[in-house]
């Protein structure tokens, strides 16, 4: 089992779950998750890496912080963690809410970053999501991005809310107990409410960083995107016109939340791309 610790960075406390030594790897949850997203995974991983698991702002055990939600803060805050935690570079594995802030910091930090995993999200308005996105985008986005009224209605009803996102994100077979009740204790209240929000409230932002850092750079760190339902292949299709090394993966039968509903078939992929040797760019 991982031990977590708080660890103070970009003027906020991090939650962190920490297991095992070697080349480290930073795993980026979503919503409605914690750093106990990658619970199926930690272990194998932990076998040949130092495995880094981080409540992000607001989520879980980390600082409910009043700002700081757009993807330019969150890689900020993830830059810091690593520092803090003494490690120089890391391969980074993200989905869903964490994948923008994984991508920022990849282009940023093409030195900090060893390996990229994207999954299952959508990175801002860049082209390529067209098709997704034809019949508008998912219903939450817009309910989420309400101030004050999620966290208004939904007080009360955490427990059912997540539920849904958790049958949804994995085709209806649900997730272990333990799981699942650890998710809705994260999500319970209207601060925690508010904090999820957040991301939501303000993606403009971010989709506006993410366009404006694609307009002078390239990703040259070697990545792999992973779809599933209902994403697919639509974030594969928005890399690889600023991506210089991809690889990408559908996984059938699989639901949204990749780490819980297809963990062995998740390791089956992350486990020989995070074990390459890095590659050496130029330029």
Same mark, same amino acid.
């Given at each position: 089992?991982?031990?977590?610790?708080?660890?103070?960075?970009? &003027?906020?406390? !991090?939650?962190?779950?920490? %297991? +095992?030594?070697?080349? =480290?790897? /930073? #795993?980026?949850?979503?919503? *409605?998750?914690?750093?106990?997203?990658?619970?199926?995974?930690?272990?194998?991983?932990?076998?040949?890496?130092?495995?880094?698991?981080?409540?992000?702002?607001?989520?879980?055990?980390?600082?409910?912080?009043?700002?700081?939600?757009?993807?330019?803060?969150?890689?900020?805050?993830?830059?810091?963690?690593?520092?803090?935690?003494?490690?120089? &570079?890391?391969? !980074?594995?993200?989905?869903? %809410? +964490?994948?923008?802030? =994984?991508? /920022? #910091?990849?282009?940023?930090? *093409?030195?900090?970053?060893?390996?990229?995993?994207?999954?299952?999200?959508?990175?801002?308005?860049?082209?390529?999501?067209?098709?997704?996105?034809?019949?508008?985008?998912?219903?939450?986005?817009?309910?989420?991005?309400?101030?004050?009224?999620?966290?208004?209605?939904?007080?009360?009803?955490?427990?059912?809310?997540?539920?849904?996102?958790?049958?949804?994100?994995?085709?209806?077979?649900?997730?272990?107990?333990?799981?699942?009740?650890?998710?809705?204790?994260?999500?319970?209240?209207?601060?925690?409410?508010?904090?999820?929000?957040?991301?939501?409230?303000?993606?403009?932002?971010?989709?506006?960083?993410?366009?404006?850092?694609?307009?002078?750079?390239?990703?040259?760190?070697?990545?792999?995107?992973?779809?599933?339902?209902?994403?697919?292949?639509?974030?594969?299709?928005?890399?690889?016109?600023?991506?210089?090394?991809?690889?990408?993966?559908?996984?059938?039968?699989?639901?949204?939340?990749?780490?819980?509903?297809?963990?062995?078939?998740?390791?089956?992929?992350?486990?020989?791309?995070?074990?390459?040797?890095?590659?050496?760019?130029?330029?």
């Amino acid at each position: 089992m991982p031990s977590t610790r708080r660890i103070t960075v970009n &003027g906020i406390q !991090v939650n962190v779950a920490v %297991a +095992g030594s070697g080349p =480290a790897v /930073l #795993l980026l949850h979503g919503f *409605p998750h914690t750093w106990r997203l990658w619970s199926g995974i930690i272990g194998p991983l932990a076998e040949h890496h130092r495995v880094i698991a981080p409540d992000l702002r607001g989520f879980g055990e980390s600082t409910r912080a009043a700002e700081g939600y757009d993807a330019s803060t969150l890689a900020s805050d993830v830059e810091s963690l690593l520092d803090a935690l003494g490690e120089p &570079g890391a391969a !980074v594995v993200a989905i869903d %809410a +964490g994948t923008p802030v =994984a991508f /920022l #910091l990849a282009l940023r930090r *093409p030195d900090l970053v060893r390996r990229l995993v994207l999954m299952e999200s959508l990175l801002g308005s860049l082209p390529g999501a067209e098709d997704f996105l034809a019949g508008g985008p998912p219903w939450w986005f817009g309910f989420h991005a309400v101030p004050g009224l999620g966290e208004t209605v939904l007080i009360g009803h955490e427990g059912e809310y997540v539920d849904w996102f958790l049958a949804s994100g994995t085709l209806g077979r649900g997730v272990v107990p333990e799981i699942r009740d650890a998710f809705v204790h994260a999500y319970t209240g209207r601060e925690a409410l508010r904090c999820a929000f957040s991301y939501y409230r303000a993606m403009p932002v971010s989709a506006r960083q993410i366009a404006e850092a694609v307009e002078d750079r390239r990703l040259i760190v070697p990545t792999m995107a992973i779809g599933a339902h209902p994403v697919g292949r639509a974030l594969e299709r928005q890399l690889r016109p600023v991506t210089d090394d991809l690889t990408a993966h559908l996984l059938p039968d699989c639901g949204h939340i990749i780490p819980l509903d297809k963990p062995r078939e998740l390791l089956g992929l992350l486990t020989p791309f995070l074990g390459e040797r890095p590659s050496v760019h130029s330029g």
